[in-house]
């Protein structure tokens, strides 16, 4: 059995160094030897030995300490005043300024300043040091084959295993992502599991930069795209709350529970607006609501997802998706867990008017669903083993589908920087890159991300950086190569021109159901018109009376089951009467 002992200690802590000296060898003992001891051994010839001339060296290793960086944030107020003015009074601030503005010492000194001051300003406006020299030339085209690499492995801290739900990347460039974790597998959350969430530093995969603490498990997280440092997540149990990084690891509001959805938030998204305070939330309860989290206790509007347009939450869709596009700021679009798309206008008064349209969708719930960032009238949702491109135009069918793959799609996103480029995640760990300019029947790049169910993904505004998430919370970052990054020459026009050929091929094929449809209704009319006159004429006839159909139907039974008792009974006195006759023509015989 070997044993191992590992020793942690600074090399300080050793002492003082030892310091060897070469002298003279030292006799201490010197042990004679016995002839008697001899007849304990037998002699071996020959003896062979192997001999290596080489160096004899002694082994060990050392382990350092990981060094682990860590991020910490200062917050600067105003200072410099004196201990008599409260810099939060503007009248004090005010005269103080004033008194300072009449001092010759500081007169004096803006004076000097001002002609150096000058001179600089001078200096910057005569030369542009960001001037961009090459601005007309066209980017060369790149013919690399698709690929993509992992850069970095964010694993869930915490030792059970949570599904990494949603990702959202921070607003000001590649720097951080916020990621979501809770269990929605059935009977798979805990009551004792861990709640926390976490906010990742790109370049720092071993610790995050911030632990979120909800008091319910997040089920989505996004950034403010206003403020960077304010985030708002959905919670398990259907609160929604608004978190600070300035402000540390707890939530800094939370709604109340009485006027929170009923299931979990599945989805919440930040809504344009001169504050950018408000956001809504929608849930699988058939609720979208719409809040302000600086007054968090009741939601500003509600909309029920009534199929029937009466705001009845009975017979409400349950919403797995959001969709909503700053461009168009009164629409937004509801993906719901029955497959149905919902087209959803703020201006109406009442929740019949706010629900426009209701697409067919998909045969399962609607788990991702996206304008494209080029063009807002075509929509890309996932629902089952399909990826969808529909036109708002189009009310009956999509007009763009991908094959159905043998396992079940869970995200889907357009490229940030190509129109005819979009990426789906599926339950086999495999993440799709579609080019539906190159082709449409398959993906242009397949990735085999992991072994395990990808949940979500979400790719930076650059277009470069993919973050997916996985079952066990496992959260891998991708970097795609140049050319499914950078825009093609015309491609913009070439998408278009390719969505306005489906949108009127699916206005003919629509155009031409809808005269199916009129001629049948039609020809179903003249047969009811013909049937109809017929009853008419025989109600006239006298003596003529409506036979009843199952009346008729038993009458002809027992009929056919009377004549077939009679061909029966006719048989069997045949037979007998064969039978009598059969002994007298014997007699005859003999005699």
């Not at 989805?267 to 609720?287: A, H, M, N, P, Y």
Request: with cysteine; glycine share 4%.
């Amino acid at each position: 059995m070997e044993i191992v002992y590992v020793y942690t200690k600074k090399r300080s802590e050793f002492g003082r160094q030892c310091n060897f000296t070469d002298r003279m060898a030292e006799l201490h003992i010197n042990i004679m030897p016995d002839d008697s001891e001899s007849q304990n051994f037998i002699p071996k010839n020959p003896i062979d030995i192997g001999v290596q001339v080489s160096k004899e060296y002694s082994e060990h290793e050392v382990n350092t300490i990981r060094f682990e960086t860590e991020n910490r944030s200062i917050n600067h107020v105003e200072g410099g005043w004196p201990k008599d003015v409260n810099p939060l009074e503007p009248e004090q601030t005010i005269r103080y300024r004033k008194k300072v503005e009449k001092d010759e010492v500081y007169m004096n000194t803006v004076v000097q300043l001002g002609s150096s001051m000058e001179h600089v300003i001078k200096q910057n406006n005569a030369i542009d040091i960001y001037e961009t020299y090459f601005s007309d030339m066209n980017n060369e085209e790149v013919e690399d084959l698709p690929s993509a690499k992992t850069i970095n492995v964010f694993r869930d801290p915490n030792p059970v295993q949570r599904t990494a739900n949603h990702i959202s990347w921070y607003i000001d460039g590649p720097k951080k992502i916020a990621a979501s974790y809770c269990n929605l597998e059935f009977k798979k959350a805990r009551s004792d599991a861990c709640v926390d969430s976490y906010i990742w530093d790109v370049e720092n995969p071993n610790k995050p930069e911030l632990t979120l603490k909800p008091i319910s498990p997040l089920v989505c997280i996004e950034f403010n795209p206003k403020d960077t440092h304010v985030l708002v997540g959905g919670c398990y149990n259907g609160q929604v709350c608004i978190f600070d990084t300035r402000k540390g690891s707890q939530p800094v509001d939370i709604s109340l529970i009485e006027k929170s959805h009923r299931d979990p938030a599945y989805r919440t998204l930040w809504v344009q607006s001169k504050t950018g305070s408000e956001f809504f939330s929608s849930s699988t309860d058939g609720q979208v609501l719409w809040w302000d989290y600086r007054k968090l206790q009741d939601p500003i509007e509600t909309l029920i997802l009534d199929r029937e347009k009466k705001g009845d939450i009975k017979n409400a869709y349950g919403a797995m998706s959001l969709e909503y596009e700053s461009t168009m700021p009164t629409k937004f679009m509801v993906g719901t867990e029955q497959g149905y798309i919902i087209n959803c206008n703020r201006r109406g008064k009442s929740d019949a008017e706010k629900i426009a349209h209701i697409y067919p969708g998909h045969y399962g719930p609607v788990y991702s669903l996206q304008r494209n960032p080029f063009f807002p009238k075509n929509f890309l949702t996932v629902g089952d083993w399909t990826a969808r491109i529909w036109s708002e135009e189009i009310k009956e069918d999509c007009i763009m589908w991908t094959k159905f793959h043998m396992s079940y799609l869970s995200d889907a996103q357009w490229s940030p920087v190509r129109p005819g480029v979009f990426f789906t995640t599926k339950m086999d760990g495999t993440l799709d890159v579609w080019d539906f300019l190159f082709k449409q029947n398959d993906p242009t790049l397949n990735i085999q991300v992991c072994d395990e169910p990808l949940y979500c993904l979400r790719a930076q505004d650059h277009g470069r950086l993919i973050a997916t998430g996985s079952q066990s919370g496992t959260i891998t970052l991708l970097e795609l190569s140049d050319n499914l990054c950078t825009m093609q020459r015309n491609e913009k026009n070439l998408v278009s021109t390719m969505f306005e050929r489906e949108t009127r091929r699916e206005k003919i094929l629509e155009g031409r159901i809808r005269e199916l449809k009129l001629k049948e209704k039609e020809k179903a009319g003249a047969i009811h018109d013909e049937q109809k006159d017929k009853k008419d004429d025989n109600a006239e006839e006298p003596g003529l009376k409506e036979v009843d159909p199952i009346e008729k139907a038993e009458k002809d039974f027992f009929k056919i089951v009377e004549e077939e008792k009679a061909k029966r009974k006719k048989k069997m006195e045949q037979s007998e009467s064969n039978t009598e006759n059969q002994p007298e023509t014997d007699e005859n015989k003999q005699n």
